[in-house]
């Protein structure tokens, strides 16, 4: 019995001392939390900038009227339809993302109780809170990781009466992602964000 075990002993370590051979002493390097945020942010600054696309509610017309982005110019003899337009402030800070100058108020028709502005200030989205990265299956990828992180709006440069329409409801400031990396040739590299 003794022998037999001898010899399971020395057939284990012999085995796991071919496997090193075989594998070589060449072992990927690790990925770092501060690599892997840097190299999704250099993704995000590679894009180009775009402004913002904010939701406007009726709260937020209201909070548009106080700012001076848009004036009223037309009231509905039904009382709840108005046209607006958006003041020369308006125009140097935002753009109506259907185009044009004139906010057509229609809260009983359908979708027309909201609409969309853009801001003129172009940022880039930010990766905020991105978690350590994670060994991770990737088709197509022989080594890989990957870490969750908050895609996050950037509202740098923005006056604050239009940050606070973005903090309104209906506004998504940051949705979670997924960056998957590939290990290639020699280091690490970003394969993609989903």
Known sequence: ?????????????????????LSGCKSTPDLSLAD??????????????????????EFGLKQGLTA???????????NRWADYKLTDDGK??????????TIEWR????NNSHFYVI?????HFKAKDVEAPQDEIVPGVTTAKSSVFNETLSLD???QPLVDLAHNAGNRLSSKKTANFSFEGDSW??????
Do not use: C
């Not at 019995?1 to 051979?21: D, E, N, P, W, Y």
């Not at 001076?68 to 039904?78: G, M, T």
């Open 1 to 21: 019995m003794r022998k037999a075990l001898k010899f399971s002993v020395f057939g284990v370590a012999a085995f796991m001392g071919a496997g090193l051979l």
């Open 36 to 57: 892997a945020t840097k190299m999704i942010q250099a993704e995000y600054d590679s894009r180009p900038a775009a402004g913002a696309g904010i939701y406007v509610n």
């Open 68 to 78: 001076k982005y848009w004036q009223l110019v037309k009231i509905y003899p039904n």
């Open 92 to 101: 140097k800070v935002l753009t109506l993302q259907s185009g044009g100058d």
């Open 107 to 110: 809260p009983e028709q359908g």
């Open 119 to 123: 801001t003129v200030q172009a940022n």
């Open 157 to 159: 440069g923005v006056p």
């Open 189 to 194: 590299k970003l394969h993609s964000i989903k």
